[in-house]
């Protein structure tokens, strides 16, 4: 049967302690025992369905990260306060000081700053790399080489990662291949495609409304356990944990993901398309223009489309800050760093998201000043928010 993550996580069923349709948040950050024996147990990793200290695991926790497995098709899953803290903790899992990590070069700025200044102390080195580019992965993995990371989707570039060809690569040096799927959940599944390890923001897209940090990391249950272990695992030990309430809130935003999703989807080709045929330049995955079009075609949940983020480049920051006050005047959107919201968000990354990367490296990644990224909303006429859109790039002539 083909792969559905909606589906999947529609047929999960669950139930309150009282029969409720939600299930109970559980409101503990530490658990009884009926015997001492048992809670000995549980800190040796052998007690399962026992609770010991939310820290290492909650049920609210599990509920959601359930979910997130089933969406992602992993066998199990850990959620985490934030995208950051699932994916430092990731990382350090997997790699020891003299370790070697291959990343993209184009990956949100606090990953980036994450490789570059922070995992050094460690002794954890990282060659950025063009990651679309397969040979010249090749030729950067050394023996110390543990690690791929990309995102699938990429943060702020909209380049498109080939999962299964890293995979491929992967497999062959033995490598675990990690992937961010925050840009494009339910339209891409990463461990569908082979890769080991999938973490996600669940601030954007998947809560959907602007109002928490979250993070998930979806994988197999010996990597999720060794992340959870009270001696050495990474989430347990640095203490990343999300707290309950917010697992549950965002379980139940979880829920409308898949009607978001393509609505997103359907007014970002929309705005996509007019944009690209009024000159600017535009980048989509779903544009024919885009380098990596056929290649996302390939892998995606076709029902889910191309995702909601978009960028255009209007030539300078100067006129890309004057066109995003003007659209927020206008009520267009925000301008805000940070996606998935019912309304559009605007900003330019090379002075906020991104700027953490150095101008030299922007410049030679193709991450120019002028460039406006864009997460598109949920608006129901986006007919009329093209129009309103078109006017203001009239009136700070960009177009
Ligand atoms: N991954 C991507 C692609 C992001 O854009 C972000 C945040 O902007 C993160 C990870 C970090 O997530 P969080 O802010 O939830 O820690």
Redesign the pocket.
């Known amino acids: 049967m083909k792969f559905n993550p909606a589906e999947n996580i529609q047929d999960l069923q669950y139930f309150g302690e009282f029969g409720g349709v939600n299930p109970s948040i559980s409101d503990s950050s530490t658990y009884t025992f009926l015997s001492a024996k048992t809670m000995f147990d549980t800190f040796e990793g052998n007690a399962d369905g026992c609770y010991l200290y939310s820290r290492h695991s909650t049920p609210s926790n599990l509920y959601l990260g359930e979910a997130l497995a089933a969406m992602e098709g992993s066998e199990t899953a850990n959620v985490t306060a934030?995208?950051?803290?699932a994916?430092t903790s990731v990382l350090l899992q997997l790699c020891s000081s003299g370790d070697h990590i291959i990343s993209s070069r184009t990956?949100?700025g606090?990953?980036y700053a994450f490789l570059k200044n922070f995992t050094p102390k460690f002794g954890i080195a990282t060659s950025f790399i063009d990651i679309t580019n397969l040979d010249v992965v090749e030729a950067s993995i050394t023996e110390n080489t543990k690690v791929l990371y990309c995102?699938a989707v990429s943060?702020p570039l909209l380049e498109v990662a080939d999962i299964k060809g890293l995979s491929a690569l992967a497999k062959k040096y033995n490598l675990k291949l990690v992937v961010?799927n925050?840009?494009s959940p339910l339209s891409i599944s990463p461990a569908k495609l082979g890769a080991d390890v999938v973490c996600h923001?669940?601030?954007?897209f998947i809560n959907g409304s602007s109002d928490t940090?979250?993070?998930v990391v979806c994988g197999t249950k010996e990597f999720i356990n060794a992340l959870r272990n009270v001696n050495d695992g990474a989430s347990m030990l640095l203490g990343v944990t999300m707290d309950s309430l917010r697992a549950a809130s965002i379980l139940k935003n979880m829920r409308t993901l898949h009607i978001r999703i393509k609505q997103h989807s359907k007014n970002a080709i929309f705005l996509a398309d007019k944009f690209e045929a009024d000159g600017l330049k535009t980048v989509y995955p779903g544009l024919k223009s885009h380098p990596s079009n056929s290649l996302y075609k390939q892998m995606m949940n076709v029902e889910y489309g191309f995702g909601g983020m978009l960028t255009i480049d209007v030539g300078s920051l100067q006129k890309a800050n004057e066109l995003m006050e003007l659209m927020q005047q206008r009520n267009l959107g925000y301008l805000a760093?940070?996606?998935g919201f019912y309304k559009t968000l605007f900003s330019a990354p090379g002075s906020s998201?991104s700027s953490e990367i150095p101008e030299k490296e922007q410049k030679e990644m193709g991450l120019s000043d002028g460039l406006i990224r864009f997460s598109i909303g949920l608006d129901n006429n986006i007919e009329r928010t093209y129009k309103m859109m078109k006017k203001c790039m009239e009136d700070v002539n960009v177009l």
């Open positions: 934030s995208g950051m803290g994916i990956i949100y606090g990953t995102e943060n961010d925050s840009f923001s669940l601030t954007k940090v979250g993070g760093v940070s996606l998201t």
